[in-house]
C-alpha cells in the first residue's frame, strides 16, 4: 500500500486539520492582497479627483501602504506554510510528505 495512502487512512484528522490550516492561510493572504488593492484604488481616486499639493503627499504614502502590506502578506503567507509543512513533515516524515504532494492530498 502507497504511504500516502496509509498515511490518510490513519490519521485523517491531522491531514483534514492541515488542510484547514493551509486554507485559512490563503484566505488571509488573499485578504492581504485585498488590502493593498484597495489602498492603490484609493489612492488613484485620490490622484484623479484632487490635485492639490497635500494631497500628492498622502497618494504617495497610500501608494507605499499598498505596496508595504502586500510584501508583508506575502512575506507572512510563505513564512506560514513553510511552517506548516515543516510540523506536517514532523508528523508523517518528510517522504511521506512528499508522497501526499504528489497525490495531491497536501
Known sequence: MD??????EQRPGEILAFART????????????????TLFAIAV???QLLRYMLVDVVVGMLG?????TL??????????R????AS???QVGEQTLMD?????VV
Not at 493551509?22 to 488593492?37: D, G, H, P, Q
Not at 513553510?82 to 509543512?85: D, E, F, G, M, N
Not at 501526499?100 to 495531491?104: G, I, K, V, Y
Open 3 to 8: 504511504r500516502a495512502v496509509a498515511v490518510t
Open 22 to 37: 493551509e486554507m485559512a492561510n490563503e484566505r488571509t493572504l488573499l485578504s492581504y492582497i485585498r488590502t493593498a488593492l
Open 45 to 47: 481616486g485620490l490622484e
Open 64 to 68: 507605499i501602504a499598498s505596496v508595504y
Open 71 to 80: 510584501f508583508a502578506g506575502v512575506r507572512r503567507y510563505l513564512r506560514t
Open 82 to 85: 513553510s511552517l506548516l509543512r
Open 88 to 90: 506536517l513533515a514532523d
Open 100 to 104: 501526499l504532494e504528489n497525490h495531491n
